[in-house]
């Protein structure tokens, strides 16, 4: 059975950082492509990031050059650090399986808010 369990988020200051984790199991992250999603208030979920089994990884424009995706194959962890945080970028992070025709699986989210 798949699970993904998202921690790390909390209130932070403008200009500040944190290091989302994504706690894999029933799959390999290593062989799957995992990513990032957010969803603000009355907004639609939006892709954060991603990265593929190659390690290739991909960035929507809004977070590019302040957030990384990375991965902990031993640990079968999935990681989002964000530096720079904007109010923007207030939301639930959700992380997020896709595995195209087998379906997608989505963990329970974690609460970043980005406030003075």
């Known amino acids: 059975q798949v699970q993904l369990v998202e921690s790390g988020g909390g209130l932070v200051q403008p200009g500040g950082s944190l290091r989302l984790s994504c706690a894999a199991s029933g799959i390999i992250v290593s062989a799957n492509t995992m990513g990032w999603f957010r969803q603000a208030p009355g907004k639609q979920r939006e892709l954060v990031a991603t990265?593929?089994?190659?390690?290739?990884?991909n960035y929507a424009d809004s977070v590019k050059g302040r957030f990384t995706i990375s991965r902990e194959n031993a640990k079968n962890m999935v990681y989002l650090q964000m530096n720079t945080l904007k109010p923007e970028d207030t939301a639930v992070y959700y992380c997020q399986l896709n595995r195209y025709s087998r379906g997608t699986y989505w963990g329970q989210g974690t609460q970043v808010t980005v406030s003075s």
């Open positions: 990265i593929i089994s190659s390690g290739i990884t």
